[in-house]
């Protein structure tokens, strides 16, 4: 259940910006939206996952885990609903531009719940293997963010791109049906009586999710985008974005597997690193094959950064668990909101290539603060 839940999050996810090129195209099969206006279908799902995010500690308290996973699954059920007949108002930008605010709402309520849910379960799973643990079920969700875009590819070809959201629709009852068939036994270190109080310490972990959530959504949302204006077509500026999920994914699954045998601490400190020098120098790559390779390895060298941070502090603040995991969660939207809406309104008047080198700065200051949490919170390689 928490590996599958993870698979279909991460279709239900990256759906919305995987078809980012057609709601931007202006030709006859485009929705014809602005790249700012792109931007802005966004802000009611970053508002509404750090919201479901943070409030879910609190109701799951009251109606426990099961009720969250459940509400959340639906949301994001109907979030693809919305998608799959936004394709009948594609003449009427108006109207298709205000259902696909309703779905992208409905999709961050979703998202927020279900990952915040299954985060803790997971980390209780395997108790002497958490990092591994934790990392599955994110490779399975950036396996979900993989899958979407070069599924979304596959049926474009055929004029059909609308048809794989109600498909993630119905997967997703099939989901909710499973986890109604479920019982769910309450655990004292999810739901622990001091699971609502929120440690100082824990902000230093917020900032760096934060922070983390600004560069990948930079990739995740604005990355096929990005790769029309460097001169790519729409198949291959697709092929970029679910290549940058597909690194994310097996990156997750390498260090989930690896980490079993080996302290991969190093790899997790100097990955930002990486990435904040890819950053900086993909605006500057010419050729369709070095951009989507770039984008692949971008997301290789962000796997690990996310899920890791989520078991390092769950262990840190084990009596705070769903707590740690709701911010941890609302942290990543609010990263990943940030970047969609700075580049959505400035990419009006300033190009990507600078803004792009702007979010390079952001990764060294995430792992400056990396370094300093490894200072004041010890890392375990079992955390």
């Given amino acids: 259940m928490v590996y599958l839940g993870g698979l279909l999050t991460g279709l239900a996810l990256i759906l919305y910006p995987s078809v980012g090129p057609i709601?931007?195209?202006?030709?006859?099969?485009?929705?014809?939206?602005?790249?700012?206006?792109?931007g802005n279908l966004f802000i009611p799902q970053t508002v509404f996952a750090i919201i479901s995010a943070l409030s879910s500690p609190f109701l799951a308290k009251v109606f426990g885990i099961k009720k969250i996973l459940l509400f959340g699954a639906n949301a994001l059920l109907v979030s693809m609903l919305l998608l799959y007949f936004s394709h009948f108002l594609i003449l009427q930008k108006t109207e298709a531009w205000m259902l696909l605010l309703v779905?992208?709402?409905?999709?961050?309520?979703g998202f927020g719940m279900v990952i915040t849910g299954l985060n803790p379960i997971a980390f209780a799973l395997f108790p002497t293997n958490k990092v591994a643990s934790v990392a599955a079920l994110h490779f399975f969700l950036?396996?979900?963010?993989?899958?979407?875009?070069?599924?979304?590819?596959?049926?474009?070809?055929?004029?059909?791109?609308?048809?794989?959201?109600?498909?993630?629709?119905?997967?997703?009852?099939?989901?909710?049906?499973?986890?109604?068939?479920?019982?769910?036994?309450?655990?004292?270190?999810?739901?622990?009586?001091?699971?609502?109080?929120?440690?100082?310490?824990?902000?230093?972990f917020v900032a760096i999710v934060t922070l983390y959530g600004v560069c990948e959504g930079t990739f995740g949302s604005f990355g096929s985008v990005?790769?029309?204006?460097?001169?790519?077509?729409?198949?291959?500026?697709?092929?970029?974005?679910?290549?940058?999920?597909?690194?994310?994914?097996?990156?997750?699954?390498l260090f989930s597997l690896v980490s079993l045998k080996l302290n991969l601490n190093w790899f997790y400190m100097v990955s930002l690193i990486v990435v904040g020098i890819l950053l900086y120098l993909i605006p500057s790559i010419k050729g369709a094959g070095l951009n989507i390779a770039t984008m692949a390895l971008s997301g290789f060298f962000m796997s690990s950064i996310f899920p890791r941070s989520v078991s390092w502090a769950t262990e840190t603040f084990?009596?705070?668990?769903?707590?740690?995991?709701?911010?941890?969660?609302?942290?990543?939207?609010?990263?990943?909101?940030?970047?969609?809406?700075?580049?959505?309104?400035?990419?009006?008047t300033q190009s990507f290539a600078l803004l792009f080198k702007i979010i390079a700065g952001v990764a060294i200051i995430a792992f400056v603060l990396i370094i300093f949490a490894s200072k004041k919170f010890p890392q375990d390689n079992t955390t």
């Fill in 142 to 204: 950036g396996l979900g963010t993989a899958g979407a875009p070069l599924l979304l590819g596959l049926v474009q070809k055929g004029g059909s791109w609308f048809n794989l959201p109600l498909v993630v629709a119905g997967a997703l009852l099939l989901f909710v049906v499973l986890v109604m068939f479920l019982s769910f036994e309450k655990n004292k270190a999810l739901l622990s009586p001091k699971g609502l109080k929120v440690p100082l310490g824990l902000w230093v």
């Fill in 103 to 109: 779905g992208t709402t409905f999709l961050g309520t």
């Fill in 23 to 38: 709601l931007t195209d202006t030709g006859s099969e485009g929705f014809g939206f602005s790249s700012g206006q792109f």
């Fill in 226 to 253: 990005f790769l029309k204006s460097q001169g790519l077509n729409v198949a291959q500026a697709s092929l970029g974005l679910a290549l940058f999920w597909a690194g994310l994914a097996f990156g997750r699954i």
């Fill in 318 to 348: 084990k009596d705070n668990a769903v707590m740690a995991s709701g911010l941890m969660v609302a942290s990543l939207q609010f990263g990943t909101g940030i970047s969609t809406n700075f580049l959505g309104i400035v990419s009006k």
